[in-house]
Every structure is written in structure tokens, then in C-alpha cells.
């Protein structure tokens, strides 16, 4: 969960050098660098693709722009079925850089360590499309679902099939796997969280079992909860993300068995350190004993998390595995 980033002096001098978030992302060999120096200080057992969700709407014809210290905008759509006809075509070029992002850490990366490329799943995507920045409640795009549930499909329907296209593309540069983030999942009620998270992401998956079968994929629907179990069970991925909301010792008891999750430590357990953290990852490990699991954080690593903190769960994890 965004294993690079402002808790690691290397990357803060790198950004300081680069400039801008957009312009450090479209800069492969910085973004190849940024995915691995989590790796060199590390040694984690997987990277994750060093880049943002929001590189799609921009293949879309969507302005995409970075405001310091406060995160990704959007020129707005309105809500209307004529503003998202109105979308450019498609302009999947822009995502080369990525793809060759891809290809200089996979060419880089130890030969036991995973690569991990993403996408946003629709349904986030369209929120910040829709509202021009990330929301709490995501009332724009909520309203427009129920207002126009056909805008809203052409809109999902048109980020699914770049989606693909672009997961596709980062298979073929040479990621192992892939993961699809729905943020802002937990809005929604559990009929249209049916609709617009789990039918497209159905999609999305059946696309990839097509054109690459073998490559996992893994879902994160963060705040989704109870509805996590439909999920699983609908979606067809290989293994779930799970948040830091999501109680352990409840997933362990409802989901199959032998089906793999990845999380879900709280960010702010790793910030606390100490007694804190030890007591979270005994919970977490207790409850998914015997049950395929990748530890890992309930979200992303905050900027002020102690990299001594980040040390001594590495030492707890390691040690549990050895």
C-alpha cells in the first residue's frame, strides 16, 4: 500500500528534484526508481507499480492535475449524459511511460520479489471524473447513478474497457500480478454496490482471464464490509484486499477457507509502534493462520510513520514466517 512515498527520505530528495507528482509518474526512470527504492531499504517480498489511479480519466481526455498537499484534480463533468459523451476519444498513448516504468523494474527487480502493477476499479474512477477530486460521500456520482443510471453505465463502461486495455498493457511490460483499488466502494448501498462495483469488476476480470490467464488479481473494495463476502464470491478474483475496518477474526470465519487476503493492518497502528502495533499484528496473524495471506497495511503508509516502526514489523512478520 503505497510502499513508496513521504515517509522515505529517498523519495522526498527525488521529488524535490523532479518537481511535481504528475511529472515524477510520466518520468519512467524516476518512477522505476521510486518502485524500487521501497525494495533496496526493504526487501520486501513484492513491489507495487509507482503511479495513480487517476492515469486513466487522462487516457480519457481528462485534464489531470496535482495541488500540494492536497492531492489529484480533474476538469469536473457535469452531471450529464452530454458531458461524458463528450470525453475525447480514447488516448491510451499516454500511459507509455508507465509501461515502460513497467519494464524498467521488472528488468531491475531480484528474481524473487513480485511485481505488482493496478488500476483504479470503475466506480472510483467515475467518482473523481465526476466530482473533479475525491469526496467523502461521493454524492455527485451517487446522484447521477440513480439520477441517469444510463450516463452513469456509458461512463463505467468506458473506463472498464480502458482499464483493461491498460492492465493488459502492464502484463505484457512485465508485472506479475494485478491489483484493482475501489477506494470508494463503501458508499454505496448494496444494490447498487452490485451494480457499479462488482458487474464491472466481473468484467474487468473475465477480460484478463481471457487475454492472460495465470495472472493473479487481486480486489480491494476498501469499506466495503459485510458486502466484502459478495464480492469474493462474484467477482471471480484470486485473492481480497482488506481494509483496517475489516474485523480478521470476522473474514476468517466468512470467507472460503482457502481463499487468500492481503491487509489489514491499521496505518495509524504502524505510526503508534511499539505495544500497539505488536498487539495488531498478533491479531491479524492469529486470525489468518492456515489460510493463504499476504500482511499487509488496511491502507496506505502514512507520511509520518517511523521507519524504525516499519523495521520492527518486518522483524515481527519475518520472524512468524521463518
Known amino acids: 500500500m503505497r510502499q513508496a512515498g513521504r515517509y522515505l527520505p529517498e523519495y522526498r530528495a527525488l521529488r ?34 509507482f503511479s495513480d489511479i487517476l492515469m486513466i480519466p487522462r487516457a480519457l481526455g481528462q485534464d489531470l492535475w496535482f495541488v500540494s498537499g492536497e492531492g489529484p484534480r480533474l476538469a469536473p463533468l457535469c452531471d450529464t449524459r452530454q458531458a461524458i459523451d463528450a470525453l475525447g476519444p480514447d488516448n491510451l498513448s499516454v500511459l507509455d511511460p508507465v509501461y ?7 528488468a531491475a527487480l531480484p ?3 513480485t511485481f505488482l502493477g493496478f488500476a483504479g476499479s470503475p466506480w472510483t474512477v467515475a467518482t473523481y471524473m465526476i466530482a473533479g477530486q475525491g469526496s467523502r460521500e461521493q454524492a455527485r ?16 463502461d468506458r473506463i472498464a474497457d480502458a482499464t483493461i486495455r491498460y ?16 477506494s470508494w466502494s463503501g458508499s454505496l448501498s448494496p444494490e447498487q ?5 462488482v458487474a464491472p469488476t466481473a468484467r474487468i476480470v473475465g477480460a484478463l482471464r481471457s487475454a492472460a490467464p495465470g495472472t ?17 464470491r462474484e467477482t471471480g478474483i484470486d485473492a481480497v484486499g482488506l481494509d483496517e475496518t ?17 491487509g489489514n493492518l491499521d496505518p495509524l497502528a504502524l505510526v503508534a509502534g511499539g505495544e500497539t502495533l505488536d498487539h495488531a499484528v498478533d491479531r491479524i496473524l492469529g486470525a489468518f493462520r492456515g489460510r493463504p495471506h499476504i500482511f499487509n497495511l488496511g491502507h496506505g503508509i502514512q507520511q509520518d510513520t517511523p521507519i524504525a516502526h516499519v523495521e520492527r514489523l518486518l522483524t515481527r512478520i519475518r520472524g512468524e514466517r521463518a
Do not use: C, H, N
Open 16 to 49: 524535490a528534484e523532479k518537481g511535481g507528482f504528475l511529472d515524477l509518474v510520466q518520468d519512467s526512470e524516476s518512477a522505476a526508481e521510486v518502485t524500487l527504492q521501497p525494495i533496496r531499504r526493504f526487501g520486501f517480498d513484492a513491489a507495487i507499480l
Open 100 to 106: 515502460e516504468t513497467v519494464r524498467r523494474v521488472a
Open 246 to 262: 475489516v474485523d480478521p477474526v470476522w473474514a476468517a470465519a466468512t470467507l472460503p477457507a482457502d481463499f487468500p487476503v492481503q
Open 216 to 232: 493473479p488479481i487481486i480486489g480491494f473494495p476498501k469499506g466495503a464490509g459485510g458486502k466484502i463476502a459478495a464480492y469474493v
Open 193 to 197: 454496490f452490485e451494480r457499479w462495483v
Open 111 to 113: 528474481a524473487e520479489t
Open 167 to 182: 492492465l493488459l498493457g502492464q502484463i505484457e511490460a512485465g508485472v506479475d500480478a494485478v491489483q484493482l483499488f475501489d
Open 141 to 156: 456520482a451517487r446522484r447521477l447513478a440513480y439520477a441517469d443510471p444510463g450516463a452513469m453505465t456509458v461512463l463505467i
